[in-house]
T-cell receptor, first 112, second 111 residues
Framework: QQKVQQSPESLIVPEGGMASLNCTSS?????YFWWYRQHSGKSPKMLMSIFSNGEKEEGRFTVHLNKASLHTSLHIRDSQPSDSALYLCAASRNTGNYKYVFGAGTRLKVIA | EAAVTQSPRNKVTVTGGNVTLSCRQTNSHNYMYWYRQDTGHGLRLIHY???????QIGDVPDGYKATRTTQEDFFLLLELASPSQTSLYFC??????????FGPGTRLLVL
């Protein structure tokens, strides 16, 4: 059964700082990755997706993907207290069965 | 944004009890999913479906049944609930570019 490992489990960064979150899949057939953000007491919401090698930037958020190592990372610059949340990484194969595997998440706390 | 609703939002039952969790999406998405969320495990896929009458087995299906009655409605059934099924349950539907849209969740406590 494929697994998605996320690190660190928790992270504290100062307001205005950079947060870096990591995610690796154990399944060599994984093609696609997503990052979801879940605020306390809320449901997960998709933050960013990445399907190709390289980097993708949206505002303060940057995602990297290295398909050879099945590793993706999410970087949040100028972190804000509102970024405090559980960040979930999800992966899927390109087989058309649209099944997703989630990691356990990284809990980010941004302190003022 | 896609709308996914779940009911009930909270449920308490006893061991051996019968529970049905409901999910409805109003965006005509084909794929719908049931997950459970537990601390330290993230979201784990129970069952999913790509249309009315279809059911696909997820990664943690034991003790759960599911049924997709229409394009909009997906139900999760626990016929003999056990304390290990105490969890937060999320339903989701798959939209454009494989984005999943989650419902608000149902918190289930099995005593």
């Amino acid at each position: 059964q494929q697994k998605v490992q996320q690190s660190p489990e928790s992270l504290i960064v100062p307001e205005g700082g950079m947060a870096s979150l990591n995610c690796t899949s154990s399944d060599r057939n994984v093609d696609y990755f997503w990052w979801y953000r879940q605020h306390s007491g809320k449901s997960p919401k998709m933050l960013m997706s990445i399907f190709s090698n390289g980097e993708k930037e949206e505002g303060r958020f940057t995602v990297h993907l290295n398909k050879a190592s099945l590793h993706t990372s999410l970087h949040i610059r100028d972190s804000q207290p509102s970024d405090s949340a559980l960040y979930l990484c999800a992966a899927s194969r390109n087989t058309g069965n649209y099944k997703y595997v989630f990691g356990a998440g990284t809990r980010l706390k941004v302190i003022a | 944004e896609a709308a996914v609703t779940q009911s009930p939002r909270n449920k308490v039952t006893v061991t051996g009890g019968n529970v049905t969790l409901s999910c409805r999406q109003t965006n005509s998405h084909n794929y719908m999913y049931w997950y459970r969320q537990d601390t330290g495990h993230g979201l784990r896929l129970i069952h999913y479906s790509y249309g009315a009458g279809n059911l696909q087995i997820g990664d943690v299906p034991d003790g759960y049944k599911a049924t997709r009655t229409t394009q909009e409605d997906f139900f999760l059934l626990l016929e003999l609930a056990s304390p290990s099924q105490t969890s937060l349950y999320f339903c989701a539907s798959r939209g454009n570019q494989d984005t999943q849209y989650f419902g608000p969740g149902t918190r289930l406590l099995v005593l």
